[in-house]
Structure formats: C-alpha cells, structure tokens
C-alpha cells in the first residue's frame, strides 16, 4: 500500500484558507485519494475523494497534480469548528481485499 | 438508516475479563471494517469482512481477538482476557461494495481495562 506523509500540525486563523500537502510517492495506477477529519472522540468523518487533476465539493477541494504523487486538501475560510485531525489516505476499493491505512494525521488547530 | 451504530459507547472493564462491541453497518453496504485508535494516533486496521467472509486480519488481532459478521449484516468484535494495552477506542466502518467511495465510519465504542 502506498504510504502518506503529511505534517503533523498546523495552525490557521478563522477565515483564511488552510491547505494541507499529503506526499504519497508510491501510489498505484488504480489508488484514489480519500481525505477524512476527526473530531474528538468520534469516528473519521469522510471529506472528499480524488484519482487527478481537482474536485470540489461543499466542504473542500482537492487538488492532485499530474504525477499523482501528492495532493492538497484545501479548506476555504476555515472556522473554529475546522479544528480537527486530517488524514489523507490512498488506496483502491476495486479489488476489495486491502483495507485503507491511516496514518498519524495532521492536527489542524484554527484560533479565533 | 443513519449511519454506522456502534455500541456501547463506553465499557470499563477488569483486566482478564471478556468484552463484546457490536457495530451495525449501513444496510446495503457489503463491506465491515474494524479499527483500534489510541491516543494521539490513526486508527490501526483490525480486520475487515466482505458480507460474512473475514477477508483480512491485521497482525495486530491476536489470538484474544475475534470478529464475526454471522449473516453479513451486524458484526461483533470480542477480546478475551483483556489486559491494559487494550484500552483504546475501537472504530467500526462500512462501505459499499464499489470503487472509489469512502467508509462512513461509527461513533467508536471506547474500552478502558482497569
């Protein structure tokens, strides 16, 4: 499975726009980019899924150059309750037979 | 259907007793996912069923751990003889059975083994 590295932390104010690198230098033909955020004591909470070039969706947009080897998670105007740990996962559901792999996340702390 | 339900919320158990979770996945996704989170880390695969087949175990499922999914539907998760290090909170995830869609995960049930 293709491994993702991310920062560990960042920080941002209310408003601006926060976007988050995820390196993923081994990704396969048939992996896609699944971005999740977790709050506090909760499950992952899916945001928004890639194979190339940009989607958007309601939450956030997703921005995969053409190499596919890293992708930005971009969250515009970012608020108190963005404040959350994301984690960029890659990986393919074709097959079925491998489960998606978590790392460590980045912890994204928003201030007023 | 609202969503993936996982319960109990919370269970506080003596170290070397038995623990069961339940999680009941949204009803037409075909494929069950457990995961064990500690603090300040991802959550770590635990094993994962397509309807009633367990396809995959992580090597972190040992012996004390075993997961069924008896008619495809709900599945349970045990862990005998529980010790400290299994306090952490375990994750339940489902999704459907086609590419490229995510898994909408449950609220956790959160073990603490005193």
């Known amino acids: 499975l293709a491994k993702t590295t991310q920062p560990i932390s960042m920080d941002s104010y209310e408003g601006q726009e926060v976007n988050i690198t995820c390196s993923h230098n081994n990704i396969a033909t048939n992996d896609y980019i699944t971005w999740y955020q977790q709050f506090p004591s909760q499950g992952p909470r899916f945001i928004i899924q890639?194979?190339?070039t940009k989607v958007t969706n309601e939450v956030a947009s997703l921005f995969i150059p053409a190499d596919r080897k890293s992708s930005t998670l971009s969250l515009p105007r970012v608020s108190l309750s963005d404040t959350a740990v994301y984690y960029c996962l890659v990986g393919t559901m074709d097959t079925g037979r491998r489960a998606l792999t978590f790392g460590s996340g980045t912890r994204l702390q928003v201030q007023p | 259907d609202t969503g993936v339900s996982q319960n109990p919320r919370h269970k506080i158990t003596k170290r070397g007793q038995n623990v069961t979770f339940r999680c009941d996945p949204i009803s037409e996704h075909n494929r069950l996912y457990w995961y064990r989170q500690t603090l300040g880390q991802g959550p770590e695969f635990l094993t994962y069923f397509q309807n009633e087949a367990q396809l995959e175990k992580s090597r972190l499922l040992s012996d004390r751990f075993s997961a069924e999914r008896p008619k495809g539907s709900f599945s349970t998760l045990e862990i005998q003889r529980t010790e400290q290090g299994d306090s952490a909170m375990y994750l339940c995830?489902?999704?459907?059975?086609?590419?490229?869609?995510?898994?909408?995960f449950g609220s956790g049930t959160r073990l603490t083994v005193v």
């Open positions: 995830a489902s999704s459907p059975g086609t590419a490229a869609l995510g898994y909408t």
């Open positions: 890639g194979y190339k």
